[in-house]
Nanobody, 117 residues
């Protein structure tokens, strides 16, 4: 059974930082592209950042320069360091594991990030 468990969400003031973690189990983590998505109320889920099995990263324009995605294949964990948080970063953040070759796609349960003064 594949599990993706996010943690690290919470309430933070504008300009603050949070670090999200996603611990994976039940899969060969190193062979998956990992991603962080978010969904704000009334909006579609969107890609925030991704990191391939080879370590290449990509970011949504709205978070470039503020967020950093990284992975630890030994710990089977992917991280999202979020700095200079803005009100518009408020959303539920979801972890995703994807292997296009095998047609596999898994999601975590999500963690709430609220940016408020």
């Amino acid at each position: 059974q594949v599990l993706l468990v996010e943690s690290g969400g919470g309430l933070v003031q504008p300009g603050g930082s949070l670090r999200l973690s996603c611990a994976a189990s039940g899969l060969t983590f190193s062979l998956y592209t990992m991603g962080w998505y978010r969904q704000a109320p009334g909006k579609q889920r969107e890609l925030v950042a991704g990191i391939t099995d080879g370590g290449r990263t990509n970011y949504a324009d709205s978070v470039k320069g503020r967020f950093n995605i990284s992975r630890d294949n030994v710990k089977k964990t992917v991280y999202l360091q979020m700095n200079s948080l803005k009100f518009e970063d408020t959303a539920v953040y979801y972890c995703n594991a994807k292997n296009l070759h095998w047609g596999l796609d898994y999601w975590g349960q999500g963690t709430q990030v609220t940016v408020s003064s």
